[in-house]
């Protein structure tokens, strides 16, 4: 029994790794825009193509995958520049670009549905070759779960470097606490939230490039991981970063080591693995106001 739960592992710290990236970058977007970006499923998609892609030609995994954020990068910023930027300065409320970030979604993702029919990318396996380091219980930990682990800590040693100690990252609480202060303060405030855009893009990218390595992906994978995404934000109550990080972790724990305790305990199928999210969105905003948390870095 000990071996079985310890076979759990790997794969849920892999999913709490790729979820937790994902989210903190909803989060830091959140916390400048005020958007919940329902569109960043599509970033993450592309970051699975691209790094499919790149890996099937033979490009390193590492260069493929920062190259798969910058393309989700890239991405991010055209949607907020032809679209968000324009509702806003026209006076659009956020439930109004809310709503447009969902018309995003589908738009950019049915678009690039009938792209990947036509060039036959339903469906693509990566070239990426996974190689055991070690095994825990009958599972092994590979070196894409290094990979994964070591792109999530250096990306939270960035990330808090960035808020903390560098200008954009004073501009970014600054805006985040008041923004018409921050604008008559003379911040630039736009060109602040491109960069957190283009920073938004480039962490969904990179979880996507990491998702694509994992398993076979499709134009819907970025879609199917959002639900998970958007729970390790709220935990996070969209605005803590530890909080956000934690929130990726129980997510991915829940959903592999809890459903197996679960099922090993009650029967219960692991059908049931997408109530994990809802049942973690459910407890957070019904005690979120009753239980308050120290938060270390937040915007």
């Known amino acids: 029994m000990i071996e079985e739960a310890l076979g759990q592992l790997p794969t849920s710290l ?8 994902a989210a903190v970058g909803l989060t830091m977007n959140y916390s400048v825009t005020r958007l919940a970006d329902f569109a960043i499923g599509e970033y993450i998609t592309f970051g699975c193509y691209v790094a499919a892609l790149l890996t099937l030609s033979q490009l ?31 006076g659009a409320t956020l439930l109004q670009v ?10 950019i993702r049915y678009l690039f549905s009938i792209y990947a029919d036509i060039e036959d990318l339903l469906f693509l396996t990566s070239g990426f070759s996974s190689q055991p380091v070690v095994f825990l219980g009958t599972r092994p930990l590979t070196n894409l779960h290094v990979l994964a ?20 990252g004073k501009a970014m609480r600054a805006i985040a606490s008041n923004r ?3 604008m008559v303060s003379g911040i630039p405030v736009w060109r602040i939230r491109s960069i957190t855009r283009l920073l938004t893009g480039f962490l969904a990218g990179v979880s996507g490039a990491l998702w694509a390595y994992y398993t076979s992906i499709n134009p819907e994978s970025g879609w199917r991981m959002l639900l998970w995404v958007f729970s390790s934000a709220i935990i996070g109550n969209f605005t803590s970063f530890p909080l956000t990080l934690l929130g990726g972790f129980v997510i991915g724990s829940a959903e592999n080591l809890g459903m197996w305790a679960l099922n090993r305990a009650f029967g219960l199928e692991t059908a049931y693995k997408p109530l994990i999210p809802y049942i973690a969105i459910a407890a957070v905003l019904l005690y979120r106001n009753r239980y308050r948390f120290t938060r270390l870095v937040e915007l």
């Open 14 to 21: 892999l999913a709490s790794a790729l979820y937790a990236m």
């Open 60 to 90: 390193d995994p590492v260069t493929s995958m920062v190259l798969a954020g910058a393309t989700g990068a890239l991405i991010a910023l055209s949607v907020d520049e032809l679209a968000y930027k324009r509702l806003e300065r026209r």
């Open 98 to 107: 809310f709503i447009a970030s969902v018309g995003a979604s589908f738009t």
């Open 149 to 168: 682990l070591i792109t999530l800590t250096v990306t939270v040693v960035g990330l808090t470097y960035l808020i903390l100690r560098t200008k954009v």
């Open 180 to 182: 018409d202060l921050a």
